[in-house]
């Protein structure tokens, strides 16, 4: 059964940080793009950052590059998202998933993430 786990939300003050975690069974992490997305109150998705197949190489949006540092444990096949210098316009659900972009393969159930004073 395929499953995707996510926790470690929360509400931080702007500068703090948080760590996500993202947990698969079923499937294995590193045959597929690894992608953190993020949807803001009201908004669409905005994407955040790919591992790419195999884990050669990761990608971030400029919004949060600096900050945020994505990376896998293979031993646990888990996904982490690690957020850093947090800003009120970091808030919002975060999701991870095995494609590139919401809309096909397996996605968590989205971890929120309140930014605020």
């Known amino acids: 059964e395929v499953r995707v786990v996510q926790s470690g939300g929360g509400l931080v003050q702007p500068g703090g940080s948080l760590r996500l975690s993202c947990a698969a069974s079923?499937?294995?992490?590193?045959?597929?793009?690894m992608t953190w997305v993020r949807q803001a109150p009201g908004k669409g998705p905005e994407w955040i950052s790919t591992i790419n197949i195999g884990g050669g190489s990761t990608s971030y949006a400029d919004s949060i590059k600096g900050r945020f540092t994505s990376s896998r444990d293979g031993a646990k096949n888990t996904l982490y998202l690690q957020m850093d210098s947090l800003k009120p316009e970091d808030t919002g659900v975060y999701y991870c998933?095995?494609?590139?972009?919401?809309?096909?393969?397996?996605w968590g159930k989205g971890a929120l993430v309140t930014v605020s004073s």
């Open positions: 998933g095995n494609t590139r972009m919401l809309g096909g393969g397996y």
């Open positions: 079923g499937f294995d992490w590193s045959a597929f793009p």
